[in-house]
Protein backbone atom coordinates (compact mmCIF):
# COMPACT_ATOMS: atom_id res chain seq x y z
CA UNK A 1 0.00 0.00 0.00
CA UNK A 2 1.16 3.23 -0.70
CA UNK A 3 2.88 5.07 1.92
CA UNK A 4 3.14 2.00 3.99
CA UNK A 5 6.95 1.20 5.69
CA UNK A 6 8.28 -2.11 5.17
CA UNK A 7 10.13 -3.71 7.90
CA UNK A 8 13.40 -5.40 7.57
CA UNK A 9 12.86 -8.75 9.16
CA UNK A 10 15.50 -10.20 7.76
CA UNK A 11 18.33 -12.52 9.84
CA UNK A 12 21.33 -10.00 9.47
CA UNK A 13 18.96 -6.58 10.39
CA UNK A 14 17.79 -9.08 13.54
CA UNK A 15 21.30 -10.19 14.92
CA UNK A 16 22.14 -6.18 13.86
CA UNK A 17 19.52 -5.17 16.52
CA UNK A 18 20.30 -7.87 18.86
CA UNK A 19 24.34 -6.41 18.70
CA UNK A 20 23.13 -3.43 20.59
CA UNK A 21 21.29 -5.52 23.87
CA UNK A 22 23.64 -5.28 26.48
CA UNK A 23 23.88 -9.60 27.07
CA UNK A 24 24.34 -11.97 24.67
CA UNK A 25 21.07 -13.47 22.74
CA UNK A 26 21.82 -17.04 20.73
CA UNK A 27 18.11 -18.33 18.89
CA UNK A 28 18.18 -22.08 17.60
CA UNK A 29 15.43 -23.76 15.91
CA UNK A 30 13.91 -26.94 16.68
CA UNK A 31 16.28 -28.63 14.64
CA UNK A 32 18.60 -27.07 16.50
CA UNK A 33 19.98 -25.16 13.99
CA UNK A 34 21.57 -21.59 14.80
CA UNK A 35 19.63 -18.85 13.70
CA UNK A 36 20.77 -15.41 15.74
CA UNK A 37 23.66 -14.55 18.10
CA UNK A 38 24.79 -11.48 19.02
CA UNK A 39 28.36 -9.75 19.21
CA UNK A 40 27.95 -10.25 23.27
CA UNK A 41 26.89 -14.28 22.73
CA UNK A 42 29.97 -15.04 20.30
CA UNK A 43 32.60 -13.13 22.52
CA UNK A 44 30.66 -15.22 25.47
CA UNK A 45 31.07 -18.67 23.76
CA UNK A 46 34.73 -17.66 21.86
CA UNK A 47 33.23 -18.26 18.34
CA UNK A 48 32.72 -16.42 15.50
CA UNK A 49 29.09 -14.59 14.86
CA UNK A 50 29.01 -14.99 11.55
CA UNK A 51 30.08 -18.05 10.95
CA UNK A 52 28.41 -19.51 14.18
CA UNK A 53 25.01 -19.36 11.86
CA UNK A 54 23.62 -22.52 10.31
CA UNK A 55 25.80 -24.76 12.91
CA UNK A 56 24.97 -27.21 15.18
CA UNK A 57 23.86 -25.17 18.49
CA UNK A 58 25.86 -28.59 20.38
CA UNK A 59 28.99 -27.01 18.07
CA UNK A 60 28.23 -23.10 19.61
CA UNK A 61 26.75 -23.80 22.79
CA UNK A 62 29.71 -25.01 24.38
CA UNK A 63 29.37 -24.68 27.66
CA UNK A 64 30.22 -27.25 30.89
CA UNK A 65 29.26 -27.60 34.22
CA UNK A 66 31.77 -28.65 37.37
CA UNK A 67 31.43 -32.02 35.91
CA UNK A 68 32.18 -31.44 32.20
CA UNK A 69 28.20 -31.90 30.96
CA UNK A 70 27.01 -29.90 28.45
CA UNK A 71 24.09 -27.04 28.75
CA UNK A 72 22.20 -29.34 26.03
CA UNK A 73 23.08 -32.30 27.85
CA UNK A 74 21.64 -31.14 31.12
CA UNK A 75 18.82 -29.23 30.32
CA UNK A 76 16.92 -31.31 27.13
CA UNK A 77 15.17 -28.20 25.85
CA UNK A 78 13.47 -29.67 22.99
CA UNK A 79 12.22 -32.71 25.26
CA UNK A 80 10.78 -30.72 27.59
CA UNK A 81 7.33 -31.65 28.96
CA UNK A 82 4.46 -29.20 27.64
CA UNK A 83 4.18 -27.30 30.77
CA UNK A 84 8.03 -26.05 30.97
CA UNK A 85 8.11 -22.49 29.32
CA UNK A 86 11.76 -22.12 29.97
CA UNK A 87 15.35 -22.87 32.11
CA UNK A 88 16.06 -20.66 35.02
CA UNK A 89 19.41 -18.94 35.67
CA UNK A 90 22.54 -21.03 35.77
CA UNK A 91 25.60 -20.94 36.23
CA UNK A 92 28.33 -22.39 32.86
CA UNK A 93 31.87 -22.17 32.69
CA UNK A 94 33.09 -21.00 29.26
CA UNK A 95 35.59 -22.77 27.36
CA UNK A 96 38.35 -19.97 28.82
CA UNK A 97 37.26 -21.10 31.94
CA UNK A 98 34.86 -17.90 32.36
CA UNK A 99 31.73 -17.95 34.69
CA UNK A 100 28.89 -17.34 32.30
CA UNK A 101 25.38 -16.99 33.55
CA UNK A 102 22.23 -18.62 31.35
CA UNK A 103 18.63 -18.11 31.17
CA UNK A 104 16.27 -19.85 28.37
CA UNK A 105 12.93 -18.85 27.00
CA UNK A 106 11.74 -22.26 25.05
CA UNK A 107 9.62 -21.07 22.06
CA UNK A 108 5.97 -22.97 21.55
CA UNK A 109 3.07 -22.10 18.60
CA UNK A 110 0.67 -22.28 20.76
CA UNK A 111 0.54 -23.40 24.80
CA UNK A 112 1.24 -26.67 25.52
CA UNK A 113 2.25 -27.60 21.74
CA UNK A 114 6.10 -28.93 20.69
CA UNK A 115 9.10 -26.94 21.32
CA UNK A 116 10.07 -24.99 17.83
CA UNK A 117 12.72 -22.99 19.13
CA UNK A 118 15.04 -21.51 22.19
CA UNK A 119 16.26 -18.46 22.60
CA UNK A 120 19.47 -18.60 25.16
CA UNK A 121 20.22 -15.68 26.92
CA UNK A 122 23.90 -15.28 28.52
CA UNK A 123 25.55 -12.62 30.30
CA UNK A 124 28.91 -12.80 32.07
CA UNK A 125 29.43 -14.08 35.63
CA UNK A 126 32.03 -11.14 36.69
CA UNK A 127 29.59 -8.63 38.46
CA UNK A 128 27.59 -11.56 40.20
CA UNK A 129 31.56 -12.23 41.25
CA UNK A 130 32.28 -8.74 42.20
CA UNK A 131 28.98 -8.88 44.28
CA UNK A 132 29.65 -11.99 45.82
CA UNK A 133 33.47 -10.36 47.14
CA UNK A 134 31.83 -7.71 48.17
CA UNK A 135 28.84 -9.15 50.31
CA UNK A 136 32.15 -11.11 51.89
CA UNK A 137 34.11 -7.96 52.21
CA UNK A 138 30.64 -6.51 54.13
CA UNK A 139 30.55 -10.21 56.55
CA UNK A 140 34.16 -9.94 57.34
CA UNK A 141 34.08 -6.55 58.37
CA UNK A 142 30.74 -7.03 60.87
CA UNK A 143 32.48 -10.08 62.12
CA UNK A 144 35.39 -8.24 63.08
CA UNK A 145 33.75 -5.13 64.61
CA UNK A 146 31.26 -7.33 66.40
CA UNK A 147 33.75 -9.74 67.93
CA UNK A 148 36.27 -6.85 69.36
CA UNK A 149 33.69 -5.92 71.88
CA UNK A 150 32.69 -9.34 72.21
CA UNK A 151 35.72 -10.58 73.57
CA UNK A 152 35.93 -7.73 75.86
CA UNK A 153 32.77 -8.55 77.45
CA UNK A 154 33.02 -12.59 77.18
CA UNK A 155 36.92 -11.67 79.15
CA UNK A 156 35.31 -9.68 81.90
CA UNK A 157 32.34 -10.99 82.33
CA UNK A 158 34.46 -14.35 82.81
CA UNK A 159 36.96 -12.98 85.05
CA UNK A 160 34.29 -11.89 87.22
CA UNK A 161 32.71 -14.81 87.76
CA UNK A 162 35.98 -17.08 88.16
CA UNK A 163 37.31 -14.45 90.61
CA UNK A 164 34.35 -12.14 92.53
CA UNK A 165 36.27 -13.33 95.45
CA UNK A 166 39.01 -11.84 95.05
CA UNK A 167 38.66 -8.76 93.31
CA UNK A 168 38.02 -5.21 95.17
CA UNK A 169 35.19 -3.31 94.87
CA UNK A 170 37.29 -0.66 92.55
CA UNK A 171 38.32 -3.55 90.78
CA UNK A 172 34.52 -5.02 89.58
CA UNK A 173 33.81 -1.33 88.74
CA UNK A 174 35.94 -1.08 86.89
CA UNK A 175 35.59 -4.28 85.00
CA UNK A 176 31.64 -3.66 84.44
CA UNK A 177 32.45 -0.27 83.54
CA UNK A 178 33.75 -1.65 80.54
CA UNK A 179 31.87 -4.28 79.99
CA UNK A 180 29.02 -1.69 79.63
CA UNK A 181 30.84 0.93 77.45
CA UNK A 182 31.46 -2.42 74.54
CA UNK A 183 27.73 -3.37 75.46
CA UNK A 184 27.29 0.13 74.05
CA UNK A 185 29.30 -0.38 71.23
CA UNK A 186 27.81 -3.24 70.30
CA UNK A 187 24.41 -1.71 70.15
CA UNK A 188 25.24 1.48 68.20
CA UNK A 189 27.01 -1.10 65.55
CA UNK A 190 24.10 -2.93 65.29
CA UNK A 191 21.94 0.26 65.07
CA UNK A 192 24.30 1.51 62.30
CA UNK A 193 23.77 -1.54 60.32
CA UNK A 194 19.79 -1.29 60.58
CA UNK A 195 20.38 2.82 59.89
CA UNK A 196 22.45 1.51 56.43
CA UNK A 197 19.69 -1.21 55.23
CA UNK A 198 17.02 1.09 55.59
CA UNK A 199 18.80 3.76 53.47
CA UNK A 200 20.05 1.82 51.27
CA UNK A 201 16.63 -0.09 50.93
CA UNK A 202 14.63 3.31 50.47
CA UNK A 203 13.07 2.18 54.01
CA UNK A 204 14.14 4.99 56.10
CA UNK A 205 11.31 6.06 58.73
CA UNK A 206 11.64 9.73 59.53
CA UNK A 207 9.62 11.74 61.74
CA UNK A 208 10.60 15.30 61.00
CA UNK A 209 9.15 18.53 62.97
CA UNK A 210 10.70 22.26 63.10
CA UNK A 211 13.42 21.62 65.93
CA UNK A 212 15.97 23.77 67.25
CA UNK A 213 19.33 23.38 65.32
CA UNK A 214 20.96 25.55 68.43
CA UNK A 215 19.10 23.17 71.30
CA UNK A 216 20.11 19.70 69.36
CA UNK A 217 23.58 20.54 68.48
CA UNK A 218 24.64 22.00 71.90
CA UNK A 219 23.29 18.95 73.56
CA UNK A 220 25.51 16.30 71.12
CA UNK A 221 28.44 18.83 72.55
CA UNK A 222 28.55 19.12 75.62
CA UNK A 223 27.47 15.41 75.63
CA UNK A 224 30.14 14.31 73.51
CA UNK A 225 32.82 16.88 75.51
CA UNK A 226 31.84 15.79 78.70
CA UNK A 227 33.74 12.24 77.53
CA UNK A 228 36.95 13.78 75.98
CA UNK A 229 39.41 15.58 76.56
CA UNK A 230 39.73 17.69 73.84
CA UNK A 231 38.00 21.17 73.49
CA UNK A 232 34.98 21.62 71.19
CA UNK A 233 34.19 24.64 70.64
CA UNK A 234 30.47 26.05 69.17
CA UNK A 235 29.70 29.08 67.71
CA UNK A 236 26.32 29.94 66.74
CA UNK A 237 24.89 32.49 64.52
CA UNK A 238 22.01 34.83 65.76
CA UNK A 239 18.51 34.62 64.33
CA UNK A 240 18.91 30.97 62.98
CA UNK A 241 15.82 29.09 61.58
CA UNK A 242 14.33 26.44 63.17
CA UNK A 243 14.89 23.20 61.36
CA UNK A 244 12.93 20.66 59.45
CA UNK A 245 14.19 17.68 61.45
CA UNK A 246 13.75 14.47 62.71
CA UNK A 247 15.14 15.03 66.12
CA UNK A 248 16.76 11.87 66.42
CA UNK A 249 18.26 11.57 63.27
CA UNK A 250 19.51 15.29 63.05
CA UNK A 251 21.44 14.58 66.75
CA UNK A 252 22.55 11.12 64.73
CA UNK A 253 24.11 13.42 61.91
CA UNK A 254 25.69 15.94 64.47
CA UNK A 255 26.97 12.86 66.66
CA UNK A 256 28.44 11.86 63.93
CA UNK A 257 30.39 14.49 62.50
CA UNK A 258 32.17 15.69 65.89
CA UNK A 259 32.52 12.29 66.67
CA UNK A 260 34.81 11.72 63.57
CA UNK A 261 36.81 14.98 64.40
CA UNK A 262 37.97 13.95 67.29
CA UNK A 263 38.41 10.44 66.18
CA UNK A 264 40.36 11.43 62.85
CA UNK A 265 41.05 14.83 63.23
CA UNK A 266 43.54 16.71 65.43
CA UNK A 267 43.65 19.73 68.14
CA UNK A 268 40.69 21.54 68.98
CA UNK A 269 36.80 21.02 67.11
CA UNK A 270 34.76 23.82 66.27
CA UNK A 271 31.26 23.13 65.32
CA UNK A 272 29.15 26.21 63.85
CA UNK A 273 25.78 27.11 63.40
CA UNK A 274 24.97 29.56 60.15
CA UNK A 275 22.99 30.62 57.99
CA UNK A 276 22.46 28.49 54.84
CA UNK A 277 24.34 30.11 52.07
CA UNK A 278 23.03 28.33 49.15
CA UNK A 279 18.92 27.66 50.84
CA UNK A 280 16.54 29.07 53.20
CA UNK A 281 18.08 26.85 56.37
CA UNK A 282 21.21 25.90 58.62
CA UNK A 283 24.53 25.42 57.68
CA UNK A 284 26.60 22.85 60.49
CA UNK A 285 30.13 22.94 60.04
CA UNK A 286 32.09 20.78 61.49
CA UNK A 287 36.19 21.44 61.63
CA UNK A 288 39.33 20.03 63.33
CA UNK A 289 42.87 20.62 62.73
CA UNK A 290 44.17 17.41 62.10
CA UNK A 291 45.54 16.36 58.19
CA UNK A 292 42.60 17.17 56.27
CA UNK A 293 40.76 14.80 53.76
CA UNK A 294 42.75 14.83 49.80
CA UNK A 295 40.39 16.12 47.35
CA UNK A 296 41.17 12.79 45.38
CA UNK A 297 39.35 10.50 48.62
CA UNK A 298 36.73 13.06 49.47
CA UNK A 299 34.06 11.30 47.49
CA UNK A 300 35.21 8.06 49.18
CA UNK A 301 34.42 9.45 52.68
CA UNK A 302 30.82 8.67 51.89
CA UNK A 303 31.04 5.21 51.31
CA UNK A 304 30.89 1.83 53.43
CA UNK A 305 33.16 1.25 55.64
CA UNK A 306 35.82 3.25 54.58
CA UNK A 307 38.35 4.08 57.27
CA UNK A 308 41.53 5.48 56.99
CA UNK A 309 44.68 5.34 59.91
CA UNK A 310 44.40 3.08 62.75
CA UNK A 311 41.97 5.39 64.37
CA UNK A 312 39.26 2.65 64.50
CA UNK A 313 35.49 3.00 63.71
CA UNK A 314 33.16 1.07 61.71
CA UNK A 315 33.52 3.10 58.57
CA UNK A 316 29.64 3.84 58.50
CA UNK A 317 29.55 7.31 60.08
CA UNK A 318 29.78 9.81 57.35
CA UNK A 319 27.98 6.91 55.20
CA UNK A 320 24.87 7.44 57.43
CA UNK A 321 25.61 11.45 57.36
CA UNK A 322 25.42 11.75 53.89
CA UNK A 323 22.42 9.54 53.32
CA UNK A 324 19.96 11.28 56.76
CA UNK A 325 21.12 14.30 55.21
CA UNK A 326 19.60 13.45 51.89
CA UNK A 327 16.45 12.40 53.31
CA UNK A 328 15.90 15.40 54.66
CA UNK A 329 16.34 17.28 51.85
CA UNK A 330 19.83 18.57 52.37
CA UNK A 331 23.43 17.86 51.35
CA UNK A 332 27.00 17.07 52.54
CA UNK A 333 30.06 19.00 51.55
CA UNK A 334 33.68 18.57 52.17
CA UNK A 335 36.19 20.99 52.07
CA UNK A 336 39.62 22.24 54.36
CA UNK A 337 39.33 23.71 57.31
CA UNK A 338 41.10 27.52 57.19
CA UNK A 339 43.72 26.36 59.81
CA UNK A 340 43.96 23.33 58.47
CA UNK A 341 42.44 19.52 58.66
CA UNK A 342 39.37 18.95 57.60
CA UNK A 343 35.82 20.64 57.08
CA UNK A 344 32.58 18.86 56.93
CA UNK A 345 29.41 20.81 56.22
CA UNK A 346 26.22 19.92 56.34
CA UNK A 347 23.02 22.30 55.13
CA UNK A 348 19.81 21.48 56.87
CA UNK A 349 16.44 22.81 54.80
CA UNK A 350 14.12 24.87 57.15
CA UNK A 351 11.11 23.61 55.09
CA UNK A 352 10.15 20.02 54.23
CA UNK A 353 12.75 19.46 50.76
CA UNK A 354 12.80 15.54 51.60
CA UNK A 355 12.43 13.69 47.93
CA UNK A 356 8.95 12.58 46.83
CA UNK A 357 9.38 8.38 47.46
Not at 15 to 37: C, E, F, K, Q
Not at 44 to 71: I, K
Not at 80 to 101: H, T
Not at 309 to 318: E, H
Amino acid sequence: MPGERKVDSSPTRLRSLADYYPDGVLGATRDGVVTIINAQAAALLGVDAQEALGLPLSDVLRLLDQDGRTWLDVNHPFESISIVRGVPEQSWLSASGEEVLTTATLIRDQALAPVVGIAVGLRSGRGRARLDRERSDLVATVAHELRSPLTGVKGFVQALLNRWDKLTDDQRKLMLTTVNADADRLARLIAELLDVARIDTGRLQLYPRESSAEVLVRRVVDSIEAGTSREIRLDVASDLPDVFADPDKFTQVVTNLVENAIRHGQGQVCVTLSHSESHAGVRITVDDEGDGIPVELRRRVFTKFWTTGDSGGSGLGMYIVGGLARAHGGWVTIDDAPGGGARVMVDWPSDDLRPEQ
